[in-house]
């Protein structure tokens, strides 16, 4: 429904940013732009992103690249996307880290005490 409104409304428009060129670019500029993150992990980060998603100032020429390629919708997803998989990997890999010592429940064994 949603859709033949808007075709209706404009016929002849064609949305170029969904067109397969520009989906290509905006690919290119996100794996760009994470691909800074990670590289630029040690660093201090500055920069506020969507999603809670926070990046060092040396990653800003690739993130405004990927802001510019990709539609706002996209990357609040890919933000979303990429700030899940963080966490899901960072309590992953610090499980075995975080864990203390193990120790089960004895079972109590009542002796009674001689009164010889």
Known sequence: ????ALAARNP????????SSSRQACYKARDAFYT????ESDKK??????????????CKAAREEFVNNCRA???KHFDALHCKS????RLLD????RR????????????PTSTS
């Open 1 to 4: 429904m949603a859709k033949e």
């Open 86 to 89: 963080r966490s899901l990997k």
């Open 12 to 19: 002849d428009q064609i949305h170029t940013d969904v067109l």
């Open 45 to 58: 980060q500055t920069e506020i992103a969507s999603k809670g998603l926070l990046y060092p100032a040396q």
């Open 94 to 97: 610090d499980k075995d880290s």
């Open 73 to 75: 919708s996209w990357v």
């Open 100 to 111: 203390g010592p193990l120790s089960l429940p004895q079972p109590y064994t009542f002796k």
């Open 36 to 39: 800074c993150l990670e590289k």
